[in-house]
C-alpha cells in the first residue's frame, strides 16, 4: 500500500460542472414536475422510466477509428469491453425501447420521461455537467394531429407550472418549407439530398444571424460573403440576388395572421413538391390548435424559428418566455427559450431498419424554474420546521411527545438533537433552520403546567443579543400558554406570520 | 471509416443488469417516495440531491496500487485524467456534502435523499445494477434521541406507504453491546482494537448462522471448528466452553420483555464499560420509543439482529415485514428485511480527520414495492385513458374537442394518433391502453348530435370477434348518448367498471 497517498485526506468536493441541490431547490424541482406529469398523464402519455446507463452502441455515439467513444458523454468499458456510458438526453433511450419492445407497446405510444442527463463538455457558469430534462414524444403517428397535440400540451404544461398566458408565446415552424425553399433557389436536389448541403449550412448559419447583422449582412453571406469589421471574411452561399430574395421572403414571411404567413410561404415554394407539403402540415396544425380554442397570443407561425431544424424533420415548435427579467448586471432581457421539439421521422431506423415517424417535446426544467425564480413567481420557500428546545436533557420524551402532538396536526417540526447545554446555540439552530416558532418547556414551566413560545420572525433581529433563558423569556416576542393548547397556540403563531 | 462496422445495426438491448420501467411501475414507485419523504418532511428533515457522479477519491474506493478503481463502482476517467464514479450509495454523498459545507449546514443536520444508486457487480436474477435508495440520516447529534427519532420516523414511514401495524417489527440491536460480549469473551481489547480481528469474523459469522446450523453447530464454530457434511472443516473461533456459553447467552438474551432483554444484556457484559453503554443506549431508545406510544408489537431489543453489526458503531436497527408471501415456486415465506440502519460515528472523519456522530436509515424502496405487490396491497393499476375514435380523419379537430372536454373534467383521455382506417386497429390499440371507454363519432352520429360510448371492460371478450362499425355497434356494451353528455355518461361509464 501507498502510504504517502493513504495518509493525505480526500477533498470534499463534487466533480467538476457538478452541483448539489438544498432544501427548497429540491422540492421546488419536484412540485414542477409533478404538475408537468400531471398535465402529461390527463394527455394519455405514459411514464417510461430507463436507466441512466446506455449501451453506446445503442445510444450511437462510437466513432469506430478510435479507442474511446467521443467526447460529449461519460463512457467506460464494463469487464466484457463493451463500452457504456451516460445518456445525454431522454430521446436516445426512447428509441432504445421502442425498438427493443415495438411488438409489445401501444401504437402510436406516448410516452414521457423524467429525469437528469449527463454530459461531458466543458463546464462553465451555469452550465452543469448533469441536468434535468422532462419529454414528451408520440411515436409511431405520422398525423399532423400529434404535432398538434404536443404543441397544445405544451402551452397547457407551462401554464400549469405558472407561466399565465400572455408570458409565453409557442412558436412553429417546418424544416420541409425550409427545405422548399433550398429546393427553389437550387440548393437542394430531392434525387439527390446529399449535394450542396455545405452552402445549404450557409443559408441555415445566415438566417441565424438576422438579429445580429440586419438584412444587408444576412444578404452578403447569402451572396458572395461578407468581410467584418475586423476584415474577417466570411465565404457565402453563392446565390444570386433573386435566390437571396426568396430565402429574405422565407425569413419576412410571417404576415398580419396565420393565413397570410401560410400563404406568403405557399407562393415562396410553388414547385417544391416537399415544400408544399410543410406548408399543409403547418396549416394544419395552426388549424387544429385554434379549433381548441388556442389563441394567437399562444400559438404563432413564424418561419424565422430555425433553431432545431437542422435535427428535426418536419414541424418544428419553439416556446419562449415574452417577459423581461433583470440579468445579473441588471439589465431588462427577454428570458428566451424554455422548451423546444419537433418531429423526427428516423428515430428507430438505426436500429430496426424501418423508419417510424415520431415528434415530441423536451422542457428545460431548470430553465424554467429559473424563469419563474427571476419573474418572482416561485413556490414560497419551503417552511421551516417548528423547533421543540431541550431544557432539561432527562425530559427528551417529553420534547419529542410535543413534535409528536404539533406532527399529528400536520406542522413539520423536531426536537434540537444538539448538545442542549447552550441555549443560545438551540436558537441560532433555530435560526439556521428558518423556524417560524420555537417552544420551550424549563422545569418551572413544567410544574405550572405551561410551554414559552416565540415568535422567531418577529424576536429574530433580537435573538443574538441574548445568552440566557431569563433573559430570553423577557422578550415580548415570546407568549406563555397551557401546555394543551400547544398545537393550537403554535399553529396561531403560524398563521400570524404568514 | 471502418465500413463494416457501420453496416452492423446496433442492438435495441439495455446493459446487462439494467432494466426499464413502465407505466404503472414508475407511478407506484413515485407514489410511495412521495408518501415516504412526507413523512421525513414532517420530522423536520430536508431534501439533499447531489449528482449521481462523485471523484473516486471522495467516495473512498481507490486502491492505491492500481491503476483502476474498485470494482464494485462504475468509474472512468476525466479529461484531466481525474478518477468519477457513479455513486455505489447515498450515505458516501451525504459525507462529501457534509464536510464541504459544514460551516453552513444547520447542526444537527438532518437531511433526506431519493435517488438511483449504482453497483458494479456480477448481475443475477432480481439484482440490478440500479436501484433506488431512500435515505433519512441526522449528522452532529450522538444523542440515543436522534436514534430514536429515526426508528419512530421508520415505523410511521412504513405504515404511511401501506404496511399495516403487525405486518411489520423493527428490531434494535447495538454494535457496543456485542463488543462488549467480545471484550468479556477475552476477544477485544480496547487498548489495541485490531487484535483478534479475524477471531471476531469467526464469531459473527457463526452467530448468523444460528438459523442453519443450530445451537450445536455454533458452538462447534465458537470452539474447535466444525466439520459439514460434505467433510469440509472450518476453522472455529477458539473460545473456551465457558466463553462460547457467553456468545451464545448473548443471542438468546431476548427476555420475555424489553426490560427482561435489558437485563440479560446488563449481566453478560459486566465489566466492560463499552459494552454497558451500548445496554444504556438500547435502553434508552427503547424507553423513548415507548414514551411515544409506540408498542412491542413495533419494536424489538433483539439481540440476534447482527446484520450491518460490522459497519455500524452503535445502535443498529432493521425493519421486517411479518407477513407471509407465496413466493416463485409456490412456497410461503416471511418476506424480511426491507430497511436498515444505525449510528456511524467516523462519517466525515476521512475528511476533515473530525469525528462528527451520524444516524440513519435506509429504506429499499424496490423491495417494498415488491413486499406490497405481493400482499397485493399495491395502488391499483394506472388508469387507461378514455379513447376517442377516429371515424373521419378530417374532422380531428371534432375528436381533439372530446378530449379536451374529457380532460378539463378531470378524466384522462386521448384520440387515436394511428391510421385510422381500420377501425378494429383503433378498438385493439384502446385495448392495450387498458382503456375503459372507447367514444365513436361517425358522420351519422355527427348529424344527429350523438356519439356512441363502448364500454370496454364490459365488451372486451367480444372486442376480437368484431371487425366492422356496424357490426360492432350490436353490442350490448355500447350506448348512445346525446354528444352534448359526452362528460357525464364517460364519468357514469368508469364509475359502474371501477
Given at each position: 500500500?501507498?502510504?504517502?497517498?493513504?495518509?493525505?485526506?480526500?477533498?470534499?468536493?463534487?466533480?467538476?460542472?457538478?452541483?448539489?441541490?438544498?432544501?427548497?431547490?429540491?422540492?421546488?424541482?419536484?412540485?414542477?414536475?409533478?404538475?408537468?406529469?400531471?398535465?402529461?398523464?390527463?394527455?394519455?402519455?405514459?411514464?417510461?422510466?430507463?436507466?441512466?446507463?446506455?449501451?453506446?452502441?445503442?445510444?450511437?455515439?462510437?466513432?469506430?477509428?478510435?479507442?474511446?467513444?467521443?467526447?460529449?458523454?461519460?463512457?467506460?468499458?464494463?469487464?466484457?469491453?463493451?463500452?457504456?456510458?451516460?445518456?445525454?438526453?431522454?430521446?436516445?433511450?426512447?428509441?432504445?425501447?421502442?425498438?427493443?419492445?415495438?411488438?409489445?407497446?401501444?401504437?402510436?405510444?406516448?410516452?414521457?420521461?423524467?429525469?437528469?442527463?449527463?454530459?461531458?463538455?466543458?463546464?462553465?457558469?451555469?452550465?452543469?455537467?448533469?441536468?434535468?430534462?422532462?419529454?414528451?414524444?408520440?411515436?409511431?403517428?405520422?398525423?399532423?394531429?400529434?404535432?398538434?397535440?404536443?404543441?397544445?400540451?405544451?402551452?397547457?404544461?407551462?401554464?400549469?407550472?405558472?407561466?399565465?398566458?400572455?408570458?409565453?408565446?409557442?412558436?412553429?415552424?417546418?424544416?420541409?418549407?425550409?427545405?422548399?425553399?433550398?429546393?427553389?433557389?437550387?440548393?437542394?436536389?430531392?434525387?439527390?439530398?446529399?449535394?450542396?448541403?455545405?452552402?445549404?449550412?450557409?443559408?441555415?448559419?445566415?438566417?441565424?444571424?438576422?438579429?445580429?447583422?440586419?438584412?444587408?449582412?444576412?444578404?452578403?453571406?447569402?451572396?458572395?460573403?461578407?468581410?467584418?469589421?475586423?476584415?474577417?471574411?466570411?465565404?457565402?452561399?453563392?446565390?444570386?440576388?433573386?435566390?437571396?430574395?426568396?430565402?429574405?421572403?422565407?425569413?419576412?414571411?410571417?404576415?398580419?395572421?396565420?393565413?397570410?404567413?401560410?400563404?406568403?410561404?405557399?407562393?415562396?415554394?410553388?414547385?417544391?413538391?416537399?415544400?408544399?407539403?410543410?406548408?399543409?402540415?403547418?396549416?394544419?396544425?395552426?388549424?387544429?390548435?385554434?379549433?381548441?380554442?388556442?389563441?394567437?397570443?399562444?400559438?404563432?407561425?413564424?418561419?424565422?424559428?430555425?433553431?432545431?431544424?437542422?435535427?428535426?424533420?418536419?414541424?418544428?415548435?419553439?416556446?419562449?418566455?415574452?417577459?423581461?427579467?433583470?440579468?445579473?448586471?441588471?439589465?431588462?432581457?427577454?428570458?428566451?427559450?424554455?422548451?423546444?421539439?419537433?418531429?423526427?421521422?428516423?428515430?428507430?431506423?438505426?436500429?430496426?431498419?424501418?423508419?417510424?415517424?415520431?415528434?415530441?417535446?423536451?422542457?428545460?426544467?431548470?430553465?424554467?424554474?429559473?424563469?419563474?425564480?427571476?419573474?418572482?413567481?416561485?413556490?414560497?420557500?419551503?417552511?421551516?420546521?417548528?423547533?421543540?428546545?431541550?431544557?432539561?436533557?432527562?425530559?427528551?420524551?417529553?420534547?419529542?411527545?410535543?413534535?409528536?402532538?404539533?406532527?399529528d396536526a400536520g406542522l413539520r417540526a423536531e426536537v434540537y438533537l444538539g448538545?442542549?447545554?447552550?441555549?443560545?446555540?438551540?436558537?441560532?439552530?433555530?435560526?439556521?433552520?428558518?423556524?417560524?416558532?420555537?417552544?420551550?418547556?424549563?422545569?418551572?414551566?413544567?410544574?405550572?403546567?405551561?410551554?414559552?413560545?416565540?415568535?422567531?420572525?418577529?424576536?429574530?433581529?433580537?435573538?443574538?443579543?441574548?445568552?440566557?433563558?431569563?433573559?430570553?423569556?423577557?422578550?415580548?416576542?415570546?407568549?406563555?400558554?397551557?401546555?394543551?393548547?400547544?398545537?393550537?397556540?403554535?399553529?396561531?403563531?403560524?398563521?400570524?406570520?404568514?
Open positions: 500500500m501507498a502510504k504517502d497517498r493513504k495518509a493525505r485526506r480526500p477533498r470534499a468536493q463534487q466533480p467538476k460542472g457538478f452541483r448539489d441541490y438544498f432544501g427548497a431547490e429540491v422540492t421546488a424541482r419536484s412540485a414542477m414536475l409533478a404538475r408537468i406529469t400531471q398535465v402529461y398523464d390527463a394527455y394519455g402519455f405514459d411514464p417510461l422510466e430507463t436507466s441512466a446507463v446506455e449501451t453506446v452502441e445503442a445510444l450511437g455515439k462510437f466513432l469506430p477509428d478510435v479507442d474511446r467513444p467521443n467526447a460529449g458523454v461519460f463512457a467506460w468499458q464494463d469487464e466484457d469491453d463493451s463500452w457504456m456510458a451516460l445518456r445525454y438526453d431522454l430521446t436516445a433511450p426512447l428509441a432504445r425501447v421502442y425498438a427493443q419492445y415495438r411488438n409489445d407497446l401501444p401504437s402510436p405510444y406516448r410516452r414521457y420521461a423524467v429525469g437528469p442527463v449527463w454530459r461531458n463538455e466543458k463546464p462553465g457558469p451555469g452550465r452543469f455537467r448533469q441536468f434535468y430534462q422532462c419529454d414528451a414524444d408520440t411515436v409511431g403517428s405520422a398525423s399532423a394531429g400529434a404535432d398538434a397535440e404536443i404543441c397544445a400540451m405544451l402551452a397547457d404544461t407551462l401554464e400549469a407550472v405558472g407561466i399565465a398566458r400572455g408570458d409565453y408565446i409557442v412558436r412553429l415552424n417546418n424544416r420541409k418549407v425550409l427545405n422548399g425553399v433550398m429546393e427553389v433557389v437550387g440548393l437542394l436536389d430531392p434525387a439527390d439530398p446529399e449535394a450542396h448541403a455545405e452552402r445549404r449550412g450557409i443559408v441555415l448559419r445566415a438566417i441565424d444571424k438576422l438579429d445580429r447583422l440586419g438584412l444587408d449582412g444576412v444578404r452578403a453571406l447569402l451572396g458572395e460573403g461578407r468581410k467584418d469589421e475586423s476584415g474577417d471574411f466570411t465565404s457565402g452561399a453563392g446565390l444570386s440576388a433573386d435566390a437571396a430574395e426568396v430565402v429574405i421572403g422565407f425569413m419576412q414571411a410571417r404576415g398580419a395572421d396565420a393565413g397570410a404567413t401560410i400563404a406568403n410561404l405557399r407562393g415562396l415554394v410553388t414547385g417544391s413538391a416537399g415544400g408544399s407539403e410543410g406548408v399543409d402540415e403547418l396549416e394544419r396544425i395552426g388549424d387544429l390548435v385554434a379549433a381548441q380554442g388556442y389563441g394567437t397570443d399562444q400559438f404563432l407561425v413564424d418561419p424565422s424559428v430555425v433553431r432545431g431544424l437542422g435535427y428535426y424533420t418536419g414541424p418544428v415548435y419553439e416556446a419562449e418566455l415574452t417577459f423581461e427579467i433583470t440579468d445579473e448586471k441588471g439589465r431588462p432581457r427577454q428570458f428566451g427559450s424554455v422548451a423546444g421539439g419537433g418531429r423526427y421521422d428516423d428515430l428507430v431506423k438505426r436500429f430496426t431498419g424501418q423508419a417510424v415517424p415520431a415528434t415530441g417535446v423536451s422542457i428545460g426544467v431548470d430553465r424554467l424554474l429559473a424563469a419563474l425564480a427571476a419573474k418572482g413567481r416561485q413556490a414560497a420557500q419551503a417552511a421551516g420546521p417548528v423547533v421543540v428546545t431541550v431544557m432539561d436533557r432527562e425530559r427528551m420524551a417529553d420534547y419529542q411527545q410535543m413534535v409528536r402532538e404539533l406532527r448538545n442542549p447545554n447552550k441555549f443560545g446555540k438551540q436558537l441560532e439552530y433555530a435560526d439556521t433552520r428558518q423556524s417560524p416558532v420555537a417552544v420551550i418547556e424549563g422545569g418551572d414551566e413544567k410544574a405550572r403546567g405551561v410551554v414559552q413560545l416565540k415568535d422567531l420572525a418577529l424576536g429574530k433581529r433580537l435573538a443574538a443579543e441574548m445568552e440566557t433563558h431569563d433573559e430570553w423569556k423577557s422578550q415580548p416576542a415570546q407568549i406563555e400558554v397551557p401546555r394543551d393548547a400547544l398545537v393550537a397556540e403554535v399553529r396561531k403563531m403560524i398563521a400570524r406570520a404568514g
